[in-house]
């Protein structure tokens, strides 16, 4: 059974601070690792990693996967309470069930 | 285009109720999918379809039905509702079942059941 561990469950920082998310994995086919940011309403799209080493990075969010380790993490610098969300990461296996397997987040707070 | 779009989006049931939650997306998607989010919990895949007339078991289809008559439409269906089926549920579309070049999945806003 494909697995994703996000850690840490949930952290409060205040605002500037630098955070890193982490998520490991364990699939039987990896194809995929991607990274959403959800508040209130649905998942929303934050990157796409299938190549260890390469950074994506998009303003002040950034992530980068290691393929040998099986985890990715997700960087967030200069933090604003407009961070605060839940980050998850998914697995995309290419499996029977052509979904994606998530992880349980990570609740982030920024405080002001 | 409207998306991918649920309703209702928050329901109470008491035990034993049916309901019907209804996805419809307008992205002329091949591949929709219903999940289910528990508090603390990532979201469970519990049916798919990857076409119209094609429909299958996710990881936690126990206690619901889907049907896929158009494109367009995924409707969920409880039959016996159980507090156990007290969550969110999103529905989300996708042109391919191929998660590549920054194809991703299109949420729905989400229904929120609660089941007394």
């Known amino acids: 059974e494909d697995k994703v561990v996000q850690s840490p469950l949930s952290l409060v920082v205040h605002e500037g601070d630098t955070v890193t998310l982490n998520c490991s994995y364990e699939v039987t086919n990896f194809r995929s690792l991607l990274w959403y940011k959800q508040e209130k309403k649905a998942p929303t799209f934050l990157f796409m990693l299938t190549s260890s080493g390469i950074e994506k990075k998009s303003g002040r969010l950034s992530s980068i996967l290691d393929k040998k380790e099986l985890f990715s993490i997700l960087n967030i610098t200069a933090t604003q309470t407009g961070d605060s969300a839940i980050y998850l990461c998914?697995?995309?296996?290419?499996?029977?069930?052509?979904?994606?397997?998530f992880g349980k987040g990570t609740h982030l707070i920024i405080q002001p | 285009n409207a998306g991918v779009t649920q309703t209702p989006k928050f329901r109470i049931l008491k035990i034993g109720q049916s309901m019907t939650l209804q996805c419809t997306q307008d992205m002329n998607h091949n591949y929709m999918y219903w999940y289910r989010q528990d508090p603390g919990m990532g979201l469970k895949l519990i049916y798919y379809s990857v076409g119209a007339g094609i429909t299958d078991k996710g990881e936690v289809p126990n206690g619901y039905n889907v049907s896929r008559s158009t494109t367009e439409d995924f409707p969920l269906r409880l039959e016996l509702a159980a507090p156990s089926q007290t969550s969110v549920y999103f529905c989300a579309s996708s042109y391919s079942g191929t998660v590549v070049h920054g194809e991703t999945q299109y949420f729905g806003p989400g229904t929120r059941l609660l089941v007394l």
């Open positions: 998914a697995v995309y296996s290419g499996g029977g069930a052509d979904g994606l397997t």
